[in-house]
């Protein structure tokens, strides 16, 4: 028993931080209809950030802020650079232009920084363990369910209690109704890129508080995981996207805790048990949990 809720917290932990960057990718899809495979590369602005300001003399005291405001800018910054020009292309040229800014984005770090990793300090309590009731916890892991706890429920506050929310609501539902009724393309497809960089610097933090380190490619594994946690959920459903990330998380972890020794000790196999699991799930609900229709733009 103590070893199960050990493991449900791990997973939580893990999968709260799957459930950000699953929620930027919905919100972004819900928008635009297009799966931003660059979301990832905030995680890398994030961390290359982080070790940039480290070089000299930063602290963890005030570098969440950076992290999430380079992240914000570095969203907004994709879309107007690379997403505007091409947005009313198909789906098609949406899909290659993420594409090519994420590779971009590896070729960027490697070429002007380097190939190599780039370690940076991490804070001293991160690993710090405490029990109760003889289980032991991570003080890590509470924090990131904590922080994501706090993050979504803001989201939700910001998508239900203000006007940008509604607008960007309305548009994910009929972009071209909501354009009708005043609401101004420009500013909720800007509103919703920065949005979802402000998702995503969240989930750096709490990913570079436990490795960090500055990598040209470190987004992408996180990236993959995200998108299969959105459309586990539901590609566009806001809560399908938390639940995708909690239920990718979980499944990870309880995979990696209770299969056999020598199963686990295979490179990637118990990842590969986990990918099997989610295909058969989609032969099973290709829609995903919760089923988002949207309307058709002609």
Same mark, same amino acid.
């Given at each position: ?11 939580? *932990?893990?999968?709260?931080? #799957?459930?950000?960057?699953?929620? *930027?990718? =919905? ?9 931003? @495979? ?9 961390? #290359?950030?982080? #070790? ?6 930063? $602290? ?9 405001? /380079? ?17 009313? =292309? $198909? ?6 232009? =993420? @594409?090519?800014?994420?590779?971009? $984005?590896?070729? !960027?770090?490697?070429?002007?920084? /380097? ?14 363990? @405490? ?27 910001? @998508?239900? +209690? ?12 009929? !972009?071209?109704? &909501? ?13 919703? !890129? ?6 995503? *610097? ?7 508080? +436990? ?5 040209? /490619? ?18 566009? /459903?806001? $809560? ?16 990696? &805790? #209770? ?25 099973? +609900?290709?829609?995903?949990? !919760? ?5 058709? +733009?002609?």
């Amino acid at each position: 028993m103590t070893k199960l809720i050990q493991t449900i917290v791990d997973g939580l *932990g893990v999968g709260s931080t #799957y459930a950000l960057l699953a929620l *930027g990718i =919905s919100l972004i899809f819900g928008v635009m209809h297009l799966v931003n @495979f660059a979301h990832g590369e905030l995680i890398t602005v994030g961390a #290359y950030v982080s #070790y940039f300001f480290f070089l000299h003399g930063g $602290s963890w005291w005030w570098m969440p802020i950076v992290i999430i405001a /380079s992240a914000m800018l570095a969203s907004v910054a994709t879309e107007l650079v690379a997403f505007r020009w091409v947005r009313n =292309s $198909s789906p098609f040229t949406l899909l290659l232009t =993420s @594409f090519a800014l994420e590779r971009l $984005s590896h070729a !960027f770090w490697q070429i002007f920084v /380097s190939p190599k990793q780039r370690p940076f300090p991490k804070p001293a309590w991160v690993f710090n363990q @405490f029990k109760v009731a003889g289980v032991s916890f991570e003080v890590m892991d509470l924090v990131t369910i904590a922080v994501t706890a706090i993050t979504l429920a803001l989201t939700a506050v910001v @998508f239900k +209690r203000t006007l940008f929310g509604v607008s960007v609501r309305g548009a994910a539902e009929d !972009f071209d109704a &909501a354009r009708l009724m005043g609401v101004r393309a420009n500013r909720v497809i800007s509103g919703a !890129f920065a949005f979802a960089g402000f998702l995503a *610097g969240v989930a750096a933090c709490l990913i570079l508080m +436990r490795t960090p380190a500055a990598e040209p /490619s470190m987004g992408s594994d996180w990236l993959l995981k995200a998108v299969i946690a959105a459309v586990i959920g539901g590609l566009g /459903s806001f $809560s399908g996207a938390v639940v995708g990330g909690l239920v990718l998380g979980l499944l990870e972890t309880l995979t990696r &805790a #209770y299969l056999p020794e020598v199963a686990v000790g295979w490179d990637k196999f118990s990842t590969a048990v986990v990918f099997v699991l989610i295909a058969v799930f989609f032969v099973i +609900r290709p829609d995903g949990i !919760f089923k988002v229709s949207h309307a058709e +733009r002609v």
